[in-house]
């Protein structure tokens, strides 16, 4: 059948459906690849754009059908892509509020702070320089715990009035853009700064007093490297400092939480690794993705700044806080510790098998064996550019 549109608009659109269907399908297959290098694994955040680029296939696809009878490969082709996108919306339906809610809501009072902890998790970009709008923002939530991360000296001197409401802090500013200060308005016990397989990523670990003869809770805050070639050409150190965290609260039933910018999303196969070895829950599922990166690319959202918790809480509010200058919008988590709905709410949780351990344990070997040889070549480099020493005579 001749075609009413002139032939090269339907060349043109049948390029971008070959090249828009074309990303899709690539950008869904290769991740299941489940090799760590970083051109491998960055496929495994942008899901929900994937789903947008699927669609606009099929409509443009559908057009060229309405005018142009197209053939079997054609039709396949459009199978495919649809395909692709059932999996990918398959694979964020969690962290929507089209599914139920893992972490129930809470029911007691957001006045009664007794049993009640709140958290913001900001990174900050190191290079911002509007530091009012970060304290501002933290200021009219009120949290009683701040992770601020990015954080180098000038940052510490812009938040340190923040002891004044928050004075129990550990503190590991540093000028690569993985600095770290935390701040309580709560007690803390054994406050420590560590670095479990980078020797520049400091992370924090210590309890916290709740008020009123309250339980402690043991709080984890982690910012790993991403998986970027300027960074870190394979995401086995950010996995392995995860599942290495991952490792030490399996022996610990008490309360937990693990919060910070994992440089990874939720839905990622590590980030499942790592809660079905935890048995943590994430308020995210159920309630929306709320996406912290990019903030000034509205099409590009990822949630990358997380909080984990145990089933000992439930949750009294959730959002995403306003611009700061950042690459990253805060997110604020007001958690209600309520006990007696544990057993509940755990069954929502996922179980780990044999085969979740053993991925571990491998993954913590891959990552410190990399740090190793990534210490190695440095020091070789060192060597290599010291002056030539000459034999006294």
């Not at 057009?63 to 396949?76: K, M, Q, S, Y």
């Not at 990918?88 to 029911?107: H, N, W």
């Not at 039933?253 to 990622?268: C, E, F, K």
């Not at 099409?299 to 918790?309: M, Q, R, S």
Request: hydrophobic share 40%.
């Amino acid at each position: 059948m001749p075609s009413s549109l002139p032939d090269i608009l339907l060349q043109i659109l049948g390029g971008l459906v070959a090249v828009l269907g074309g990303a899709a399908v690539i950008g869904t297959l290769l991740p299941l690849w489940r090799k760590e290098a970083w051109w491998i694994r960055i496929f495994d955040f942008p899901r929900l754009q994937i789903v947008g680029l699927a669609v606009l296939t099929l409509l443009g696809g559908l057009l060229l059908h309405f005018w142009d009878e197209g053939g079997w490969p054609g039709h396949a082709w459009m199978v495919l892509v649809a395909l692709c996108a059932v999996y990918q919306f398959y694979r964020i339906a969690p962290y929507t509020p089209l599914m139920r809610k893992q972490v129930l809501d809470s029911t007691r009072p957001k006045t009664d702070r007794r049993r009640h902890l709140s958290m913001v998790v900001t990174n900050v970009l190191m290079y911002n320089r509007e530091s009012g709008r970060c304290l501002k923002v933290i200021e009219d939530c009120n949290p009683d715990l701040i992770l601020a991360v990015e954080t180098d000296q000038w940052w510490l001197d812009e938040l340190k009035g923040l002891e004044k409401t928050h004075p129990y802090t550990a503190y590991a500013p540093l000028p690569n853009t993985y600095g770290l200060l935390f701040f309580s308005r709560l007690p803390l016990r054994d406050p420590q700064i560590r670095f479990l397989l980078d020797d520049d990523v400091p992370s924090f670990h210590g309890y916290v007093q709740l008020p009123e003869g309250g339980p402690e809770v043991r709080v984890h805050c982690l910012h790993p490297k991403p998986p970027a070639p300027a960074e870190s050409k394979t995401t086995t150190r950010r996995d392995a400092e995860l599942l290495l965290v991952g490792r030490e609260i399996q022996s610990h039933d008490g309360p937990t939480i693990v919060a910070g910018d994992m440089n990874d999303v939720a839905w990622s196969h590590t980030s499942e690794l790592f809660r079905r070895l935890t048995r943590l829950l994430d308020p995210r599922i159920g309630r929306g993705l709320l996406p912290t990166f990019h903030a000034d690319y509205p099409w590009l959202g990822w949630p990358l700044d997380h909080v984990f918790h145990s089933a000992h809480f439930k949750v009294a509010a959730i959002e995403r806080l306003p611009h700061i200058g950042s690459d990253h919008f805060p997110i604020y988590l007001q958690l209600s510790y309520e006990p007696h709905d544990k057993a509940e709410q755990e069954a929502q949780a996922e179980e780990p098998d044999e085969s979740d351990h053993e991925e571990a344990a491998e993954k913590i070997r891959m990552g410190f064996e990399e740090e190793d040889e990534e210490e190695e070549d440095e020091a070789e480099a060192a060597r290599k550019g010291e002056p030539r020493t000459l034999p006294s005579t």
